[in-house]
């Protein structure tokens, strides 16, 4: 959450869960939650079964798996998006408390970002400050408390990752508490390789907050407060600027990487940039406080969430029109194409609800809550923040 940037989400009431007599704060990318912390949901998921049965439609889809990221609950789902059956949920970020001579966990990851490469899952862990890394093949549906996971320490409130094309790094958005002058943003680069911080590049008059590169992997562009900024991926430097976007959000490159999409959730528009320039070249009208988007993999279409409209905006690239609206309500902040193209993944921040639209018509073919139990508000509060998939099945 960005303290004080317009367009930033309010505290929800909602949200707020005190354990044991004490307030959990954990600040996500899209509102300042109090958070169900493990302290307590571990009493839950102790008698919790390996699969879930799921509170709405089920769905068919090509096979593979999708990874989502949820902060409210310290956790990710792992689900078969060949029938939106949550296989499992997973800790994530979480450390053991040390100095205390007992294997005690702290449940304070709060896992805002997920980027997927190379058969690695990679959250921002904004909680603790560190970069999860947990590769899938290790996943057990057992071991759902510890899965096998690396921490890495990077910069403060880390808010997204994404990962170069080559798979050789990870790119961590530092937002920073945003509580004083200059800020503590910056840009954490992890070695895929050896899993630590190899580079650091300081933003102190703003905050990173989404990461895209173009697909050749020269460069990085970085939404914050302050615009966007590109960086070069071969000397972690600005390169480039574009100011007046609006408070942006959400940033896609298309597949020839000659456009970069922003979101400017202040007025309500889709920055349509140059890449060749850094200009605007043009700015299309889309629902309200979108935030995150995706791009279709020939460049035809792009995607926007519209949290405060409870829509997707379907955008044609050649014309830079919006020439259909997805209705989606429960806040949906995050999106995701299957590999194939052929299914749209939307996550609803406030609802817990996963739906799952087809490409081709824009029709929904499923949903799914992303917490466990059956109940129809089973994901409350869970915050499905980020969304990754893969055409590899998740374990079973």
């Known amino acids: ?50 699969s879930a049965r799921l509170s709405a439609s089920s769905c068919t889809g090509p096979a593979g798996a999708a990874y989502i990221a949820l902060p409210g609950y310290q956790a990710f789902d792992a689900v078969n998006t060949a029938n939106c059956d949550l296989v499992q949920q997973y800790n994530v970020g979480d450390g053991q408390v040390p100095n ?45 408390a510890n899965p096998t996971e690396t921490l890495v320490p990077v910069g403060q409130d880390p808010e997204a990752v994404a990962v170069t094309p080559d798979g050789s790094q990870a790119w961590v958005a530092d937002a920073g508490p945003q509580t004083g002058t200059p800020s503590l943003g910056a840009i954490s680069v992890v070695s895929t390789a050896t899993d630590t911080v190899t580079s650091t590049l300081s933003l102190p008059q703003t905050d990173p907050r989404a990461i895209a590169f173009a697909p050749s992997g020269s460069v990085a562009y970085v939404t914050t407060g302050a615009g966007l900024y590109v960086i070069s991926t071969a000397t972690v430097k600005v ?33 349509v940039i140059s890449a060749a320039s850094n200009q605007v070249t043009a700015a299309i009208p889309v629902g309200q406080l979108p935030w995150q988007l995706a791009v279709s993999a020939n460049g035809s279409t792009v995607y926007v969430a519209d949290g405060d409209s409870n829509a997707v905006s379907v955008i044609d690239a050649a014309s830079g029109k919006v020439t259909g609206t997805i209705a989606d309500a429960g806040d949906p902040v995050s999106v995701a194409l299957s590999p194939d193209g052929s299914e749209l993944w939307v996550g ?37 923040t980020g969304i990754v998939l893969t055409t590899t099945p998740p374990p079973s």
């Not at 004490?22 to 079964?49: D, I, M, N, R, Y």
């Not at 959000?249 to 922003?262: F, L, M, N, R």
């Open 239 to 271: 390169i480039g600027f574009v100011p007046g976007l609006g408070d942006p959000q959400g940033v896609a490159v298309s597949p020839d990487g000659k456009t970069v999409y922003v979101t400017n959730t202040a007025r309500n528009l889709v920055d």
């Open 1 to 50: 959450m960005n303290l004080g940037i317009p367009g930033g989400r309010p505290v929800t009431p909602a949200r707020a869960a005190i354990v044991g007599g004490t307030a959990v704060v954990a600040a996500t990318a899209v509102t300042l939650s109090l958070t169900l912390t493990h302290s307590a949901a571990s009493t839950a998921q102790a008698g919790k079964p390996a």
């Open 100 to 144: 205390t001579g007992t294997s005690d966990t702290s449940y304070d990851s709060s896992d805002e970002g997920v980027a997927l490469a190379n058969g690695t899952l990679y959250f921002a862990n904004t909680g603790n400050d560190t970069l999860s890394i947990v590769p899938v093949a290790d996943l057990t549906v057992k071991n759902y």
């Open 348 to 384: 609803g921040l406030t609802s817990g609800i996963v739906s799952v639209f087809d490409t081709s018509n824009d029709s929904l073919v499923g949903t799914f809550n992303v917490g466990y139990g059956g109940e129809a508000n089973a994901g409350d509060g869970e915050e499905p």
